[in-house]
């Protein structure tokens, strides 16, 4: 480890312990599961918002740290509001991301990593499975963010929850929608804009709106 990345750590440990014990049970604090950077920004932080469902060991996830050199970076931000995270295993959430919880719940699988920059907002219910890399700018966000009506009658639906299947690559600037589902092995496109469903397994997902362009594929980290 580079000595500068070991004084970030070492500067961020007062945010993180505060943070571990602020929101997790104590026989799990104890352990410093999450390491959370010192310039991430916290709001609304309560017990029983994180839910850690593997074995408890340090570091288990970084919040705040490292990401791609070339991109700039925003500052992170966790907003713990009303909802739940929980953490399936190991999770890297780079610099300048934001993870936003207003009433719904974030399930994030094992290998999650999530480059610079990218947004998480979740007010319904958003799945992420195992071994899934999201690019940097990448926008998952499960909620139309205001009232929508048409003929000033009939409501549109506000809410659907995203689900991303396990070793799903999403690759930079991409957006899923409310309602966005992605099978197993897929990968979505630079910039592309998600918001159906796509059930087949090994495909190639791209486009404004997204569609199916090859199918058979495969992608390694």
Same mark, same amino acid.
């Given at each position: 480890?580079?000595?500068?990345?070991?004084?970030?750590?070492?500067?961020?440990?007062?945010?993180?312990?505060?943070?571990?014990?602020?929101?997790?049970?104590?026989?799990?604090?104890?352990?410093?599961?999450?390491?959370?950077?010192?310039?991430?920004?916290?709001?609304?932080?309560?017990?029983? +918002? &994180?839910?850690?469902?593997?074995? @408890?060991?340090?570091?288990?996830?970084? *919040?705040?740290?490292? /990401?791609?050199? %070339? !991109?700039?970076?925003?500052?992170?931000?966790?907003?713990?509001?009303?909802?739940? +995270? &929980?953490?399936?295993?190991?999770? @890297?959430?780079?610099?300048?991301?934001? *993870?936003?919880?207003? /009433?719904?719940? %974030? !399930?994030?699988?094992?290998?999650?990593?999530?480059?610079?920059?990218?947004?998480?907002?979740?007010?319904?219910?958003?799945? @992420?499975?195992?071994?899934?890399?999201?690019?940097?700018?990448?926008?998952?966000?499960?909620?139309?963010?205001?009232?929508?009506?048409?003929?000033?009658?009939?409501?549109?639906?506000?809410?659907?929850?995203?689900?991303?299947?396990?070793?799903?690559?999403?690759?930079?600037?991409?957006?899923?929608?409310?309602?966005?589902?992605?099978?197993?092995?897929?990968?979505?496109?630079?910039?592309?804009?998600?918001?159906?469903?796509?059930?087949?397994?090994?495909?190639?997902?791209?486009?404004?709106?997204?569609?199916?362009?090859?199918?058979?594929?495969?992608?390694?980290?």
């Amino acid at each position: 480890m580079q000595v500068r990345h070991l004084l970030t750590y070492l500067i961020s440990l007062p945010k993180t312990i505060f943070f571990n014990f602020k929101c997790l049970p104590i026989n799990q604090a104890i352990h410093l599961p999450i390491l959370v950077a010192y310039n991430v920004k916290l709001l609304n932080l309560k017990k029983n +918002v &994180i839910g850690i469902e593997t074995v @408890v060991k340090f570091g288990l996830v970084r *919040i705040g740290f490292s /990401g791609t050199e %070339i !991109i700039s970076s925003n500052r992170s931000l966790i907003n713990l509001r009303q909802g739940k +995270v &929980i953490f399936k295993g190991k999770s @890297v959430i780079t610099k300048g991301c934001t *993870i936003s919880v207003t /009433g719904g719940t %974030i !399930i994030l699988g094992d290998n999650f990593y999530a480059n610079r920059n990218c947004l998480i907002s979740c007010t319904d219910r958003l799945i @992420v499975g195992n071994n899934v890399l999201l690019g940097w700018n990448v926008i998952l966000f499960d909620s139309a963010g205001h009232t929508l009506s048409y003929d000033g009658k009939k409501k549109i639906k506000m809410t659907e929850e995203i689900v991303i299947g396990n070793h799903v690559w999403i690759c930079a600037e991409a957006h899923l929608l409310k309602g966005s589902k992605i099978a197993d092995g897929s990968v979505v496109a630079y910039s592309s804009l998600v918001t159906g469903y796509f059930a087949e397994k090994n495909c190639l997902i791209g486009g404004i709106p997204a569609k199916t362009l090859r199918k058979g594929v495969s992608w390694e980290k």
